[in-house]
């Protein structure tokens, strides 16, 4: 990256007036240019100021395992669209357009995102009146016109307990030319209660920011804070929290695996999964006394520590876990009827990955190597490398597989951590937020990249706080994978990807 | 006078049981304690004493789907003999009759669905009826075979002359029959591989799906008729596959029943250790089965 970026690395924080302020033209322009360097947007958000808007960009630098930031300033309300040129944009650019009331001019597929007023009233880039209320998923669906094409409208209710979505299919007989999503039914406005803060309850809000990845989206925003306060972290509890991230990793892993069994009506692996996902929950249960993980972490450590009684106890349950597991799944790959069912199955190519912008398993199961721990190592996985698990295929079979390996890792992992579980406190003081900073924090919660940047004003409160869920990146892969496949096939590669509505929804 | 009476009770009262075994089989191979046996019985009973919600874009067509099936299976389970017993009701040619009682009830499933207007329960339909006119062939093929072998065309007929006897004879041929039948029988009552009858996934379902506006003693009825159904072609399947008979009435519908109980057990082992074909393969298999039932038509014509 050239001298119009900033430099800095994850979980690190940089005086906000350090980052080079461009024209909104050299902005886009280097961005395209890094882009085509092989770098990818982990970030980008507007700051709607009183009659400008700060844009910020955030693009990670793979080979050098380092981020970099720029950012521009706009007193238009128009920009041209990078989009069109860069698929991994469309999404950022909609989000900016509906948060800041910016208009990226001829925008492929300029719609409203999560369908809520813009952070300034008035400033709407689609001119809606203030009045009228926004009804969510309302708006201009593509369709495709001919003799024996038909339009199949799913959800937002839905016939299974999961969250709500819409799901437009442009169906020839059975089989999908296009599948449109729309989202937005869980929005809760979770960025705009942000800033001003921290304050105490919003540890606990960002543990719910998808209630799965409670300890994902949990140390990404304690290594905010820690970033922005200079906190050393312990090294005891970067291992707690590097066992309690694998743990979630597992639950969620498992969870899908029996999941997926379910969906192509494969019963025994359904069912023993769904029982072994609640064995590595109660797992995480033994660290922090909640299931799901919540109440663990604490900006400057954990707030539990594991004694030695439970750390047996641990290995001793993992122990039983794995071996339960694992004729579990094997059953799997051993079943004819499974395999025919999973082989060939939405299929996304590595050029449309990359495209895209995948992250995590999705990604992964494409060939393309990206995974947080190893790229932009945080905590404990800057001591310890995870081996990074790949496929080819990019079908609801590597995308299976792909989770049965990263498990056995994890498995590994956390066995080999508890073993060597260094000495020493597991909390440092916590400490008040430099003021005029940036903060960035990535790590690999279990269905991809997250992302949280934070910006401070001059008390060191949150100006703005941004955050990106894998899901943000991936939902546009599984509209891409049914492309045609037979319509009957939706379910299990949603499943497949398994994305999180209110990760996206914020 | 006392078969007719027992067959009657046995078609009437045994259908759901076959559910129940199946669901407990498959809750065994999960490692589950399951369902009770007789849990479909108290389901329909729930299901008849509840009201009834029809849509207002539905015709008469809508509440018409569900009687016409339930009295075309009803009918249907009058002509086919049950074990080594002949059927109440049985004529020269009442083996078309019997086909085309299944073709009626599902033309009246499927337009009853179509009556909706749901782009769900059409996907459905459309599919019901793709792979049925794919199915009939073999059962088609199927009962003309044994009618040659029988001479008959009667339904009793063919079906109860069906002795070891013919098994030696005609081995090839009938194990050829047997594995057809089999694989209609799972595709005609929605079983695994085919369809999925516990899936809750709208858009993989053919059945089902169209089947969901239907409530309250409507669909009370479509899940009594599709268990009869089950039980009618079972019925088929056992006195080809096991012609055991012993002389005695009382002995042989307690190998009947017995044999049925097996089927159902059967069933359940399948639907537990395989999963869902795609749906594009379902013809495939489908195609296959005709092929099986035609080699065993030539079989018995040289």
């Keep these: 990256m050239n001298g119009s970026f900033r430099i800095l690395f994850n979980g690190s924080a940089v005086p906000f007036a350090d980052i080079p302020q461009v024209d909104p033209v050299p902005f886009l322009q280097n961005i395209l240019d890094a882009i085509d360097r092989g ?5 980008y958000f507007g700051i709607p100021g009183a009659a400008e808007t700060t844009l910020v960009c955030v693009l990670a630098d793979k080979t050098e395992g380092r981020l970099g930031v720029t950012r521009t300033v706009t007193r238009e309300d128009r920009l041209p669209t990078l989009a069109l040129l860069c698929p991994q944009l469309q999404l950022f650019e909609r989000e900016i357009a509906e948060q800041c009331g910016l208009t990226f001019d001829d925008h492929p597929w300029f719609k409203p995102v999560r369908f809520h007023r813009p952070f300034v009233p008035g400033r709407d880039a689609w001119n809606r009146p203030a009045d009228v209320p926004l009804k969510v998923g309302v708006m201009d669906y593509y369709q495709v016109a001919g003799d024996d ?6 959800g937002p209710v839905h016939a299974g307990i999961i969250e709500p979505g819409h799901f437009r299919f442009q169906c020839h007989g059975e089989e999908v030319f296009h599948l449109e999503i729309s989202l937005g039914y869980q929005h809760r406005g979770v960025e705009a209660g942000l800033p001003g803060g921290p304050h105490p309850r919003t540890l606990q809000q960002m543990e719910t920011v998808a209630g799965d990845t409670t300890i994902g989206h949990g140390q990404a925003y304690c290594m905010v804070l820690e970033a922005l306060g200079g906190i050393k972290v312990p090294p005891r509890a970067e291992v707690l929290r590097g066992i309690a991230l694998e743990l979630e990793r597992l639950a ?6 029996g999941a997926i069994a379910g969906d192509v009506g494969y019963l025994p692996t359904a069912s023993f999964c769904g029982r072994i996902r609640g064995d590595f929950l109660n797992m995480t249960a033994v660290l922090c006394g909640s299931r799901f993980g919540r109440g663990l972490l604490t900006p400057g450590g954990t707030i539990f520590d594991l004694t030695a009684d439970h750390r047996d106890d641990l290995l001793k349950r993992l122990a039983a876990a794995r071996r339960d ?7 799997l790959w051993s079943t004819p009827s499974v395999m025919g ?10 050029e449309f990955a990359v495209k895209l912008s995948l992250v995590g398993p999705a990604a992964r199961a494409c060939g393309v190597k990206r995974d947080v721990r190893l790229d932009y190592p945080f905590g404990i996985f800057r001591m310890t490398h995870l081996p990074v698990a790949t496929a080819f ?7 299976t597989m792909i989770r049965w390996q990263e498990a056995q890792k994890s498995m590994d992992f956390i066995e080999e951590q508890l073993q060597h579980l260094p000495a020493g406190d ?8 430099a003021g005029r900073h940036l903060a960035v924090a990535l790590t690999e919660g279990w269905r991809g990249e997250i992302c949280h940047v934070a910006i401070t004003d001059d008390e060191g409160r949150f100006a703005r706080y941004k955050i990106v869920d894998p899901s943000f990146h991936n939902w546009q892969g599984l509209a891409m994978a049914l492309r045609g496949e037979q319509i009957s096939d939706f379910p299990l590669c949603n499943k497949s990807f398994n994305l999180s509505y209110c990760g996206f929804d914020l | 006078m006392t078969d007719i009476i027992i067959h009657c009770a046995v078609a009437l009262l045994l259908p759901p049981l076959l559910l129940g075994v199946i669901g407990k089989t498959k809750a065994a191979f999960a490692g589950r304690v399951g369902a009770p046996y007789l849990q479909p019985y108290y389901d329909l009973i729930k299901l008849f004493q509840k009201g009834s919600v029809f849509s207002e874009t539905t015709t008469w067509v809508f509440r018409a789907g569900p009687v016409v099936t339930l009295a075309a299976t009803l009918f249907a389970a009058l002509l086919v003999p049950l074990g080594r017993h002949g059927a109440p009701v049985s004529f020269s040619g009442d083996m078309i009759l019997f086909a085309y009682l299944f073709g009626l009830s599902r033309f009246f499933t499927t337009i009853a669905a179509l009556d909706t207007g749901s782009s769900f329960e059409g996907m459905g339909a459309a599919r019901e009826v793709t792979f049925s006119c794919l199915a009939e062939p073999t059962l088609f093929f199927a009962l003309i075979t044994l009618a040659r072998m029988s001479k008959s065309l009667t339904l009793s007929t063919i079906l109860t002359s069906v002795t070891p006897a013919i098994w030696l004879a005609a081995g090839a041929s009938m194990l050829l029959l047997v594995g057809a039948l089999f694989i209609i029988l799972l595709a005609e009552n929605c079983r695994i591989p085919f369809d999925d009858p516990n899936t809750h996934l709208e858009l993989t379902m053919i059945h089902e799906v169209m089947v969901l506006d239907h409530s309250g003693p409507a669909f009370g009825m479509i899940l009594y008729g599709a268990a009869l159904k089950l039980f009618v072609l079972g019925a088929v399947f056992v006195n080809v596959a096991l012609p055991v008979a012993t002389g005695n009435t009382f002995a042989d519908w307690a190998i009947f029943i017995i044999a049925m109980l097996g089927l159902a057990v059967t069933i359940g082992v399948v ?9 594009v393969r379902v013809p495939q298999l489908l195609v296959g089965a005709t092929i099986l039932s035609a080699f065993a038509m030539i079989l018995v014509l040289r």
């Design chain 1, 39 to 43: 770098r990818r947007v982990v970030s």
């Design chain 1, 149 to 154: 094409v038909h339009e199949v409208a799913v």
């Design chain 1, 252 to 257: 969620n892993h498992t969870g899908d695996l």
């Design chain 1, 325 to 331: 597991l694992t004729d579990a799944v094997e059953l």
């Design chain 1, 341 to 350: 069912r999973l082989e060939g199955t939405g299929a996304v190519s590595r």
């Design chain 1, 393 to 399: 295929h990019g079908d609801v079979c590597a995308r």
């Design chain 1, 426 to 433: 597991h909390r440092a003081k916590a400490a008040p937020c």
């Design chain 2, 271 to 279: 639907e537990s250790v395989m999963a869902r074909l795609r749906l």
